[in-house]
């Protein structure tokens, strides 16, 4: 055995401390991880691998941060949240545009049907005769409301009822009959006459507009007639045509001018709503004619349109 063994007692030899490289003395140890032979000694035993020593000591936990503490400048940068108000689709922004223009129509058109260019040009006696018209026609619909519910009471009164019934059968039929132009009619009224301009004549359209104008000034029954023939009845199926030489078609009978026509109904009423700034006395001037009116005490509606012929209809009884 060399000085570097020693007996085991087995016989085998022991080999010498692996740590101390054995080679010449003076000689640099040759390899690449060998430490610095000057931090060798003798009596300071080797350091520990870094591995073994990190498996040792346990794992120091990081120090806490506190909020005065600037983050590291490796840390990404926070992504700041957007508020949500501020988060704008197209979908958002096309509502919002759509509501808008929503509203803009809107009031335009309350501007628009809330002002009345023909009221606000009215002076203020037309508005006072218009009022009056108004009042006029409000208490006519009272006094029939109240004969209504009075005919409802004597219907309900028992041994009444048949001969109240009958009685209003009857004062209905003659003013479906005065109506439908087969009864004769007098009463309070007015008589409407239209004068022809120069080389203008009454046109048929500004008849209609008359009658329409008095039937909704409360008219009940009207007849029109010319400078020649026998006058015509109006009710609710007449047409008005122009004719030749400016004469008036009426239900298919030629009635030449100036034409007159009869109507029975409040005479104030229906004066006023002749009169109406831009009606028909106003639309007849523009055209170079005149309309008078005479208010009469009797006026008297003589003529009278055939029943119509039923075809189909039956009464039930």
Excluded: C
Aim: charged residues 25%.
């Amino acid at each position: 055995m060399s000085d570097e063994q020693r007996d085991t007692g087995t016989g085998w030899p022991e080999p010498a401390d692996p740590g101390r490289p054995s080679g010449p003395a003076g000689e640099p140890d040759p390899r690449p991880d060998a430490p610095d032979p000057d931090e060798l000694s003798p009596l300071v035993p080797p350091p520990e691998a870094p591995e073994r020593q990190e498996r040792q000591e346990p794992p120091a936990s990081p120090p806490e941060e506190s909020a005065a503490t600037p983050r590291a400048e490796a840390d990404p940068e926070p992504v700041k949240a957007v508020p949500a108000g501020r988060r704008w689709s197209s979908a958002g922004v096309m509502i919002a545009v759509l509501l808008a223009l929503l509203g803009f129509t809107l009031v335009v058109q309350f501007k628009t049907t809330s002002t009345d260019p023909t009221l606000a040009a009215t002076r203020q006696e037309d508005l006072v005769r218009i009022f009056s018209d108004l009042d006029s026609r409000e208490k006519r619909l009272q006094q029939d409301i109240e004969a209504l519910e009075e005919s409802q009471r004597q219907l309900r009164s028992g041994e009444q009822g048949r001969q109240a019934a009958l009685d209003e059968a009857r004062r209905r039929a003659d003013e479906l009959g005065i109506l439908a132009g087969t009864l004769p009619a007098r009463g309070p009224g007015l008589e409407v006459r239209f004068e022809p301009g120069v080389g203008k004549p009454i046109r048929a359209d500004r008849i209609l507009d008359a009658v329409q104008e008095l039937r909704g000034a409360g008219a009940e029954a009207m007849q029109i007639s010319g400078s020649a023939g026998s006058p015509v009845r109006i009710i609710a199926s007449t047409y008005f045509l122009d004719g030749q030489g400016g004469s008036l078609v009426v239900d298919g009978r030629s009635l030449s001018g100036p034409f007159t026509i009869t109507v029975i109904g409040d005479p104030a009423t229906m004066r006023t709503a002749l009169k109406i700034p831009g009606g028909v006395a106003a639309s007849v001037a523009g055209d170079g004619g005149n309309v008078t009116d005479d208010e009469r005490e009797v006026a008297e509606v003589s003529a009278l349109h055939a029943p119509m012929k039923l075809e189909h209809a039956r009464p039930v009884s």
